[in-house]
């Protein structure tokens, strides 16, 4: 590597870092100041989603349709999970589940659905039905049977946090694009999972997707959110980053077929082994196509 190549190497490497770190950490006068970017650092940050690139039907020679499940119980995921106690903690630093959260709720994110399908749209107050189980005590109900007010104190309320996500479902769409010659991936859909929160107290309760969010719709926002990086905490990598970029360990639990899109665990059942290894088999069955190109 000659000088020229290096220093421009290493000038690229700390506008990076620069761009990525906490802002304004070490010239802060008080601890308010911490994060705050000044009106210099926003002009030359110019931050923004990579777009992405207009694809011509034409140009798909290929597609498969996959869902992908993302189980946060593995390490590779905890980036995506974690943190999910915010109290004690900065709040430039939340989970995936608190952003998706937080920006449904001001409204950053308006289209939020039913099903991987994308056909009923939901609003705010039919998944706070979903999030939220309201129940009443036994001495609750003998007030109530006495003809008293019911007192606060004999009200359970139970949401679902960050705390209780298991996973994160993902669709999307795997395409050989003959103009550019390879095989590439497009995300279009997320939802969060966690268990029915009128079961969440049972030993084994059913998983159930909160809902679906459709991802192009979403990707401002999760740019904008950051994710820690274990490796260098001056450079967090942003949720849209890490999904586009599929920094994950995913299974796919689902592929597009003439059964009308049945689940690997609809014909493969109560056989965790079996299943894991169709998952595999789907996904090389996609990696091969690509190679099968190249082969004469």
């Known amino acids: ?4 190549s290096f220093l421009l190497t290493v000038t690229t490497v700390c506008t990076v870092s620069g761009a990525f770190a906490q802002a304004n950490i ?22 923004k989603p990579l777009e992405y690139g207009y694809v011509d039907d034409r140009d798909i020679l290929f597609s498969k349709m996959t869902w992908e499940k993302i189980v946060l119980d593995e390490r590779a995921n905890f980036p995506l999970y ?6 004690n903690i900065s709040s430039n630093r939340r989970s995936l589940y608190d952003v998706l959260m937080k920006n449904i709720k001001n409204g950053n994110i308006e289209n939020i659905y039913d099903d991987s399908y994308f056909n009923g749209k ?10 939220v189980k309201v129940d009443t005590t036994e001495y609750g109900i003998e007030q109530l049977n006495a003809g008293e007010t019911l007192s606060a104190e004999y009200i359970n309320k139970r949401s679902i946090t960050s705390a209780e996500i298991r996973e994160y479902h993902i669709k999307g769409l795997w395409y050989f694009d003959k103009r550019q010659a ?22 084994e309760p059913d998983l159930v997707e909160l809902f679906w969010i459709f991802f192009p719709d979403a ?5 904008e959110a950051k994710s820690f990086n274990n490796k260098n905490s001056s450079m967090p990598f ?13 299974y796919t639990y689902k592929e597009e077929n003439v059964q009308g899109d049945r689940a690997v665990s609809e014909y493969i059942s ?18 091969d196509f690509e190679l099968d190109m190249w082969t004469y």
């Not at 939901?122 to 979903?130: C, V, W």
């Not at 095989?183 to 997320?190: C, S």
């Not at 990707?219 to 740019?223: A, G, S, T």
């Not at 942003?238 to 995913?250: E, K, M, P, V, Y």
């Open 238 to 250: 942003s949720f849209d980053h890490i999904l586009n970029a599929r920094r994950f360990q995913g």
């Open 182 to 203: 390879e095989m590439k991936y497009r995300l279009l859909g997320i939802a969060p999972v966690a268990p029915d929160v009128n079961f969440i107290d049972d030993a």
């Open 219 to 223: 990707r401002k926002v999760l740019h």
């Open 122 to 131: 939901r609003t705010l107050l039919d998944i706070e039905s979903a999030l």
């Open 270 to 287: 109560n056989n965790a082994l079996m299943q894991l290894l169709e998952s595999d088999r789907i996904k090389d069955k996609i990696r």
């Open 1 to 4: 590597m000659n000088l020229k």
């Open 82 to 87: 974690y943190p999910v106690d915010t109290n």
């Open 26 to 47: 070490l010239n802060a006068k008080s601890p308010e100041e911490i994060g705050v970017r000044t009106a210099a650092q926003k002009a030359v940050d110019n931050d």
